[in-house]
């Protein structure tokens, strides 16, 4: 019989930020994050639970809720919008109303949707909050990077760091070493990823500080991730080739108008990809 | 033979605005309207007529007609729209062109979907023409409310008036008495409605004009009413209990970000437990 | 067997921007574009080759694609953009990126939908492109236009050529043979809507320059020309008499919106009359 477990539901939802399914793999992506910012721990713990309890007031099948299937995107939302907001009443209660808020998202989208909803409930809850919080003139918090230059071990490592919102050397080492363990076939082309992805954001992009952060590399890398995780997909190298290339112009685009692209471009990449095998399926009159 | 008659329809679309069909219940809401402000019950007769003439020129279902099903959001949008608006030739056209749309919003959504859609044409109507006037630098009417204190039976019969968006306390008794005939058994529901969520108001935000005006009222009126006619909600004595603190942060937020909620948060809370209702039935893989 | 022929692809994509499928008539819309300005011609002749390339590569119906249903929404686009944009390398990007984006909607849309695109694509695509431009803060070419008056005939000529979005009598007198030649028994009804149009553009705007470029007139004709083109609407004279006005009337709402309306009033009035028609359908219960 299957019971609602929360401690292999919460573990399981760290790990499922890498779309893993592994409490171990979950424990590694906690303490990277507690590498990185503690604080973001304690905040994406408390929006996890959030979700968790609220899929179980659903009553959602037992089996995808301890798989970590209804927390990973509460988890991302409530490390991103610790980092973006201030520690406020208001910021509490935005992060308890966006856990929510993805809940009932991914709970519609299994519902309605036979494709995977990857990251779109967070990134469409964080969206939302982020909008109306504009409206009210709250306050973000500001970044100020400068930078005169950038190395490709710190890039890499800060760009894998970033699959966690986590901008730290540590914090990507224990993520690499969770996704080596849990795909360890998928190493050359995890790192393929994040190198290409940073060379290619430095021919393209002048701001050297974003590129060290990370910010042009998490993209790709959870891109590879989903495209070796679909066989449609992973018989095609020039595909996975050339993914982190155009994570990086998509990423591009968003920093360009302006939007917190959160991991938007991955998301947007994998789903144009799926539209257009979707488009080439033998037509009637074809 | 079911005929198309233009006075049944026209009390009708009146009484549904408080979701009752019957002409003499129509008729106290005319009443009301009257006690208020006369000209929003010209500017509403006007825009029911044109919606219902509309309704009856697209070929619907004579007794769907009848019952005003076609008319009540037409009304509420010659009330809401001649609040905002100065009378003008372009408030005229807007107030026609805004009647027609929520008619052909009311026959697609009864032909595409299988859930009521209570006053969403209306909402959408009105959100949409106050989007172009605003894009065109129009004029809107302004209000300057200063209230010193409030006190709970004008603050309560203000917004049972506002549930047709008066501000009156004759009005509300007119509504009052309009309700009560129509659904006695939900009196003390209604009342709870009206008396919990300006107290709740009072606890939350600071503005006591708002209140005495029955601002934070009116939705939680019309939830309890929705909730009450649905089998499924009306044995959860809870969710009915807890309805009017639900609509009240609802237009708190709405206020927050400058939106004119209009009955968006009634709208929105319902849908949201139908949503939550259809996501909790028995899912396949449970 | 169908192979893809892409001359007749191109002359065809053309063709069908005035919905005609002729490679004759392609050729005529080609002559009027050079009359207007080359440059335009060139433009759009590299959206329509990557748009059609796009499609092949998508294994789309090969009748469709040599019929030139995928091209044409990027010939419009390629034309326009170019018409509004300053030539520079991220415009040349833009219009590649938006090419590829009409082939994607509008091979979506044959998937999903049972009725026609006309120039949606081209519109979703445009609209999104200067959304997105205007972001950036990119800057769009400034047309000033004073005229103390306007004539009847040269207002028509220009309109018949704004079809194509040129603005010269020698390209209108070339897109009005093409469809004298393509649709002789709509000769009369094509001038009524270009007659019309104006005439009515001069009772309801001020503005001459306007009326004199055509901007009031083209809507009405391609409004017109679809339709002719349907068997239900053909019928009902008095559909095809009012059609101009109410293009006019939607272009001055885009106007006073401040939003570029392209080809959207006559898209939006087309599929307002198929919505009515559809709602007008013998109902279950009625």
Do not use: H
């Not at 292999?8 to 793999?25: D, H, M, V």
């Not at 990857?118 to 709250?138: G, H, K, Q, R, T």
């Not at 959870?222 to 190298?237: D, E, Q, T």
Request: glycine fraction near 4%; hydrophobic fraction near 60%; charge should be positive.
């Amino acid at each position: 019989m299957v019971k609602f477990q929360w401690i292999s539901s919460t573990l399981n939802s760290f790990a499922q930020i890498g779309f893993q399914q592994n409490r171990f793999i979950g424990l590694l992506f906690m303490l990277a994050i507690v590498a990185g910012a503690p604080i973001l721990l304690l905040s994406s713990l408390i929006t996890v639970q959030i979700a968790n309890l609220t899929a179980s007031l659903l009553q959602v099948d037992k089996t995808l809720l301890n798989s970590g299937i209804y927390g990973y995107n509460a988890a991302l939302l409530g490390i991103a919008l610790a980092i973006w907001l201030p520690l406020s009443p208001i910021t509490i209660m935005v992060l308890i109303i966006g856990a929510v808020m993805t809940v009932i998202i991914m709970a519609l989208w299994l519902k309605l949707f036979c494709f995977k909803p990857y990251s779109s409930p967070f990134i469409v809850s964080s969206w939302l909050v982020i909008a109306a919080l504009s409206a009210i003139d709250y306050p973000f918090n500001a970044f100020s990077v400068t930078s005169s230059g950038w190395s490709l071990p710190e890039a890499v490592l800060n760009g894998i760091a970033q699959v966690a919102f986590q901008q730290n050397e540590l914090s990507g080492v224990i993520i690499l070493i969770a996704l080596v363990i849990s795909r360890w076939q998928c190493t050359g082309w995890i790192l393929w990823a994040a190198v290409s992805s940073s060379l290619f954001a430095d021919i393209l992009v002048t701001d050297a500080a974003l590129i060290q952060q990370g910010f042009f590399c998490f993209n790709a890398i959870l891109a590879i991730l989903v495209l070796l995780s679909n066989p449609s997909f992973k018989k095609r190298w020039w595909l996975l080739f050339l993914s982190p290339f155009a994570c990086v112009l998509l990423s591009q685009a968003f920093l360009g108008m302006n939007i917190i692209a959160f991991t938007a471009p991955f998301v947007l990449l994998v789903y144009s990809l799926l539209i257009i095998d979707f488009l080439k399926e033998k037509q009637p009159s074809g």
